[in-house]
């Protein structure tokens, strides 16, 4: 157990809609990273905040936001979805804000967008 | 742009047998090197990494990678394996650009230990 929470487990909805995903990193950790892992794309590094404020960006959509709380936790919006953006999305957490430091994952949430 | 191939999805090798997943990079400026393990169903988990120094790196649970510039690889192995590492594994190269860190995996190698 990585002490990293992700909610929920897993998601199923339909093209066109609006979802969001949460993430609690570890106690003491103050970035939040989110992936994106798919068959088609790979795994790939979306957007990282630190401490409230956005610290780097990947490739992350335009119709993907994210957010970090002031209790740290992070919820990422995934808008007008497509079938393509069903994937496995992670969120790891680590104490700095250096994209070096060792990250801690947590186990995923899997959307299905039918 | 940065890019990393892992040039073998699948590796199966018998119990206790060494083992070798590979990795190449392609960059034009300095970067940093990391291996990932994802076991069945759980999220990624950092196995080592190579930032400076020394180029021979290693893990805890008898993994090593050896980072050889003039070849581009970082290629992991480790010298007799267990049931229980198998995984799927994942090279990711990073590096500074705009004042961010870009981060690149690799599409990932998937080890099978066969008792």
């Known amino acids: 157990d990585s002490g990293v929470t992700q909610t929920p487990k897993h998601l199923i909805t339909a093209t066109g809609q609006r979802v969001t995903l949460r993430c609690s990193p570890r106690?003491?950790?103050?970035?939040v990273y989110w992936y994106q892992q798919s068959l088609d794309q790979g795994l790939q590094f979306l957007i990282q905040?630190?401490?409230?404020?956005?610290?780097a960006k990947g490739n992350i959509l335009e119709r993907f936001s994210a957010q970090q709380f002031p209790d740290l936790h992070s919820e990422l919006n995934l808008s007008s979805l497509e079938l393509g953006d069903s994937a496995l999305y992670f969120c790891?957490?680590?104490?700095?804000?250096?994209?070096?430091?060792?990250?801690?994952f947590g186990p995923g949430t899997r959307l299905l967008v039918l | 742009a940065q890019s990393v191939t892992q040039l073998d999805s699948q590796v199966p090798v018998f119990e206790e047998a060494p083992v070798e997943l590979r990795c190449n990079y392609s960059?034009?400026?300095?970067?940093?090197l990391f291996w990932y393990v994802q076991y069945p169903n759980q999220g990624l988990q950092l196995l080592l990494k190579?930032?400076?120094?020394?180029?021979l790196v290693e893990s805890i649970n008898g993994f090593e990678a050896e980072f050889n510039k003039s070849q581009t690889s970082f290629h992991l192995r480790k010298p007799s394996v267990h049931i229980s590492d198998t995984a799927e594994y994942f090279c990711?190269?990073?590096?500074?650009?705009?004042?961010?860190?870009?981060?690149?995996f690799g599409t990932g190698t998937k080890l099978q230990v066969i008792p």
């Open positions: 790891a957490s680590s104490v700095g804000n250096v994209f070096l430091e060792t990250q801690y």
């Open positions: 106690s003491g950790d103050l970035s």
């Open positions: 905040y630190y401490n409230g404020e956005e610290r």
């Open positions: 960059s034009s400026v300095s970067v940093y």
């Open positions: 190579y930032l400076s120094g020394s180029t």
């Open positions: 990711a190269v990073s590096l500074s650009s705009g004042g961010y860190q870009k981060v690149t």
